[in-house]
């Protein structure tokens, strides 16, 4: 028996055995570091209405604002908010029919309760701004300045035939692996 | 073109979000450890989809990735080795 070994009982630990007991416990709390959630929202937008893209927004600048990375998947109806123009070039007969009833930009956005063709969307805009409330354009704009990571699903653009030139700049196309990569991640998932 | 060692090729041109990865994760349970699976695909957002496999599972790593030309269709090739 050395000097640094030390008796318990009828058990002698030996320091060798205390080194290994050390680098085993190093290593659970390395992999358990490593699963731990970061200071990250993940964002998936499903919803293409006013209302629900507003709440979309008004949760990413806030958490952006708290210093949280923010990252949002647009996909499906989604993806209207992050169109800037409509065109018809290259589209299928059924791809065509649903570009000519989707918005073409973020300003023709319908509201999911009482759009009355369009009149419930104003109403709301009017609304907000008589109350100060920043236009969903300035949220979006505001996001973007924040660094708020934007993904576009790449599988449901090419479903919607969505063309490239029809969607703003400065997206990042993903699907769902990268999608995961960040909401597993994250500490807060929100599906709008 | 890079000249990454492979052992086997899984073809997922065509193949849209989320089988590329998904056919790839069963490919690479085939292999040894060590192993290299080169994975060819059509879809874009596989690069950033097999960024975020390699980052969050615990078996495989990328060691690269790089995008071709085949008859004006950009093919985006994914090398993946089984750590485990």
């Known amino acids: ?192 | 073109m890079n000249d990454v060692h492979f052992d086997d090729t899984l073809d997922t041109k065509g193949l849209n979000c989320p089988m590329p990865v998904v056919k790839a994760r069963k490919k690479v349970g085939e292999l040894d450890n060590g192993q290299v699976l080169r994975i060819l695909s059509t879809d874009r957002g596989s690069i950033k989809d097999f960024q975020g496999w390699a980052k969050i599972a615990k078996n495989v790593e990328l060691l690269a990735q790089e995008t071709e030309t085949e008859n004006g269709d950009e093919i985006y090739v994914h090398f993946v080795q089984k750590t485990s």
């Open chain 1, 1 to 192: 028996m050395s000097v640094s070994d030390v008796t318990s009982g009828d058990k002698t630990v030996t320091l060798e055995m205390l080194q290994e007991q050390l680098l085993t416990l190093e290593q659970r709390v390395e992999q358990v570091e490593e699963s731990l959630p970061e200071d990250k929202i993940a964002l998936i937008v499903f919803s293409g209405e006013l209302d629900k893209v507003l709440a979309a927004f008004v949760i990413a600048n806030g958490a952006a604002a708290l210093g949280q990375e923010v990252s949002m998947f647009f996909t499906f109806w989604g993806l209207n908010v992050l169109k800037k123009k409509g065109s018809l070039a290259g589209k299928s007969v059924f791809q065509k029919m649903m570009s000519v009833m989707s918005p073409d930009t973020t300003t023709e956005l319908p509201v999911s309760k009482m759009n009355y063709f369009g009149v419930g969307a104003k109403m709301l805009r009017k609304m907000m701004q008589d109350k100060n409330v920043d236009s969903l354009e300035d949220m979006i704009a505001m996001s973007r300045e924040m660094g708020v990571t934007m993904l576009a699903c790449e599988m449901s653009r090419d479903v919607m035939g969505i063309n490239d030139d029809e969607l703003v700049e400065g997206l990042e196309r993903a699907g769902v692996a990268a999608f995961l990569a960040e909401s597993l991640r994250s500490r807060t998932n929100l599906f709008i």
